[in-house]
């Protein structure tokens, strides 16, 4: 008989052990994954609250820079749209006067010298208005009209773009810009346009605008969108860190103390979890875990009374014997 209840004891003991060591190892695997730190944070000792922080503030930095640039780019293309939109209503305010001085003459050309010289007349007092770079007008054979440079009036000008507008009747227009993308200058708009005569090309006009201004709006409008954007982001850093601490970081530091509670053996302690989420499925599982601990616990220690019992009552009754 003593060699069953020794063998018994053992068994009990063994089992004890190995429920311990379950529990211990699912601990340590915890405790390992909870202290693994992203790349970023592996030589540093952070809690996770301030991990969690900095990663916000570095994706809400991320998210500030490519909006910033996305708007940025946005507000360039809008005004240069809106300079083109000018230089064509220039445009339009030479063919104006053009349609009106040949209204009444069926035979007319540029180089005819009254429309000629009317046209040299308002090219004046509109450069001087406007503020052109400059300003050429050019007949189909491409001799010079009427230019802000008078020198070189009744002369040929050579130009690709410009031959092309008057052969094809279409506008174009290029921009004059150094740097690179992420920070671009811009020096000047180039707008070529056909004039019309009587429903027949008659000749082109190139108007060079001005839009150094571009760059102080933009630089304005950058730095008005950038401070914006800084005060949103420390809004949203502040309420997200709160936020986030009390669905991730609480939840998972109440589970840290509560595996040490268990390390020193106690299974009386558990949390209470109100989301549905995978917070909440895990802290029910560990409660679940835990009780299922503190079951095998009792009957283990229950088991193990009722073998101290029989064990010294065996003697007793061999006495009597």
Request: hydrophobic fraction near 40%; glycine fraction near 6%.
């Amino acid at each position: 008989m003593p060699y069953p209840l020794a063998h018994s004891f053992l068994l009990a003991q063994s089992s004890l052990f190995f429920i311990k060591m379950k529990s211990f190892s699912g601990i340590g695997n915890l405790e390992d994954n909870m202290g693994q730190r992203s790349w970023l944070f592996k030589k540093i000792n952070l809690s996770l609250r301030t991990e969690v922080i900095i990663n916000i503030s570095l994706l809400m930095l991320a998210a500030i820079l490519l909006i910033g640039f996305t708007i940025s780019k946005i507000n360039e293309r809008n005004i240069i749209e809106e300079k083109i939109r000018n230089g064509e209503g220039m445009i339009q305010d030479f063919q104006a006067i053009i349609d009106f001085i040949s209204m009444d003459k069926k035979e007319i050309s540029l180089n005819h010298p009254h429309l000629k010289k009317e046209i040299q007349d308002f090219a004046r007092i509109y450069i001087k208005e406007r503020g052109f770079h400059d300003l050429v007008i050019a007949d189909q054979d491409l001799k010079v009209i009427a230019s802000k440079k008078t020198e070189w009036v009744d002369k040929n000008y050579s130009n690709d773009l410009m031959k092309k507008t008057i052969r094809s009747g279409e506008l174009n227009n290029e921009i004059e810009k150094s740097g690179s993308l992420l920070s671009t200058y811009y020096k000047k708009l180039i707008l070529y346009s056909p004039l019309w005569i009587h429903g027949k090309i008659g000749g082109g006009i190139q108007i060079e605008i001005p839009i150094g201004d571009v760059m102080d709006y933009l630089l304005k409008s950058q730095r008005m969108i950038l401070i914006s954007l800084i005060l949103d982001a420390i809004v949203l850093i502040v309420f997200g860190s709160f936020l986030l601490s009390r669905v991730l970081v609480k939840p998972l530091k109440d589970l840290v103390r509560l595996t040490q509670k268990i390390s020193e053996g106690d299974f009386s302690q558990t949390i209470e979890g109100a989301s549905k989420n995978e917070i909440g499925q895990l802290i029910s599982s560990f409660n679940r875990m835990i009780e299922r601990l503190r079951e095998n616990q009792e009957s283990i220690d229950s088991y193990l009374k009722s073998l101290e019992l029989n064990s010294n009552s065996k003697p007793a009754s061999v006495l009597r014997w």
